[in-house]
């Protein structure tokens, strides 16, 4: 289906960003937003690109109260000749599909979700950076703003999508990769079995923040999470998925508990593991087994991955105060090679011999 949208240009177009090098993440917001509203009976509706500016909210809205709300999160990055491309937006509509059912929120359709993106972006092309690890964030999100105190689904949505010039989501790694040092959270959990882990949803990362303030007076950048029941198998890092090299086999932990979120940058990375031959397992990983690893020498390195960062090499993890190095403490190969490839084939700099690349503008 083709979707013509309106347009309101700004009539204070902001300054652009000076100096690429030094986006940082989610610092800045571009010039424009998309808008689309929804209603039971009628379904989405006057969807259009308007200045990104701060609008009304009537204080009993439901999202504001019983946090009925999902969002995405995805990047559009400039390839060398000037295009526009996205990375694999397939994958974001069928987690906001999965998200929109498990919060009872409408479906919205993938066209309408892909020609949303493509209008604003349009409208805003100029503000892609270009300059070596750069891109347009986007957060596309969907909220209920019906007024209403009742403990239901609402009635009326919005559907919005907001864009961001970004570098690097940790500054340390402006230059590049570089290692950061983990706490692993044994009090606090971020999902337990038949919640909202698998959804992305804003619960849940609200719920992680007290964790992650424990983890800075660590001198920690972020949290490693423990399963919910037994406080003893590995799960995310931070608000990524977590990967582990012990000896010649990198793991991950199985989505079948419902507890972790269904990266798409996850995906990617076992999928390239597996076409260069690397030993790959999903499955169950006790925080003993990489203890020992570390004390023996085996644990080679740790890495997370996810939209925002790419991949992001840990070398250290702290538990109750006592420090686990991974092997030297810096890069490993394996992350290394993983962030090369991936942010290659994302800004084109690498053939896409994977089919992941859309082509935007």
């Known amino acids: 289906m083709a979707y013509n949208f309106p347009v309101t240009r700004t009539a204070h177009p902001k300054p652009r960003p000076e100096d690429e090098t030094k986006l940082g993440f989610a610092q800045s917001f571009t010039d424009h937003m998309f808008v689309m509203d929804y209603d039971e009976g009628v379904g989405w509706h006057d969807g259009r690109v308007v200045p990104h500016e701060p609008f009304l909210i009537e204080p009993a809205s439901a999202v504001l109260h019983y946090a009925q709300m999902m969002f995405e999160g995805m990047k559009a990055y400039r390839t060398p000749d000037g295009g526009i491309q996205l990375f694999r937006p397939d994958r974001n509509i069928a987690r906001m599909a999965r998200t929109c059912e498990r ?34 964030y986007i957060r596309p999100f969907i909220f209920g703003d019906e007024v209403s105190f009742s403990v239901l689904p609402a009635k009326h949505y919005k559907f919005m999508v907001i864009l961001s010039p970004t570098g690097s989501y940790y500054a340390a790694n402006d230059g590049g990769l570089s290692a950061t040092r983990i706490y692993v959270q044994d009090d606090y959990i971020r999902a337990a079995r038949g919640g909202t882990g698998y959804a992305k949803v804003g619960g849940n990362y609200g719920g992680g923040m007290r964790a992650s303030l424990d983890a800075m007076k660590y001198h920690c950048k972020d949290v490693l999470w423990l399963d919910a029941a037994e406080h003893r198998y590995v799960e995310e890092i931070g608000t990524s998925n977590a990967f582990f090299r012990i000896a010649d086999e990198v793991v991950t932990a199985p989505l079948d508990s419902g507890t972790i979120l269904a990266g798409i940058t996850r995906d990617s ?22 203890l020992r690893a570390s004390e023996n020498g085996a644990l080679q390195e740790i890495f997370a991955s996810g939209t925002a960062a790419v991949i992001s090499p840990i070398g250290c993890l702290c538990v109750k105060g006592k420090d686990y190095p991974v092997a030297d403490g810096k890069v490993g190969p394996v992350a290394q090679k993983l962030y090369d490839a991936l942010y290659g084939i994302q ?15």
């Open 269 to 290: 990375v076992l999928t390239l593991l597996k076409k260069w031959g690397v030993q790959v397992a999903e499955r169950k990983l006790a925080i003993d087994e990489i």
């Open 103 to 136: 919060m009872c929120i409408p479906e919205l359709p993938g066209d309408l979700f892909l020609a949303a993106i493509e209008a604003v972006v349009r409208e805003d092309m100029d503000w892609v950076p270009s300059a070596p690890g750069t891109s347009m």
């Open 347 to 361: 800004t084109g700099a690498l053939p896409d011999d994977m089919g992941w690349t859309y082509r935007l503008l």
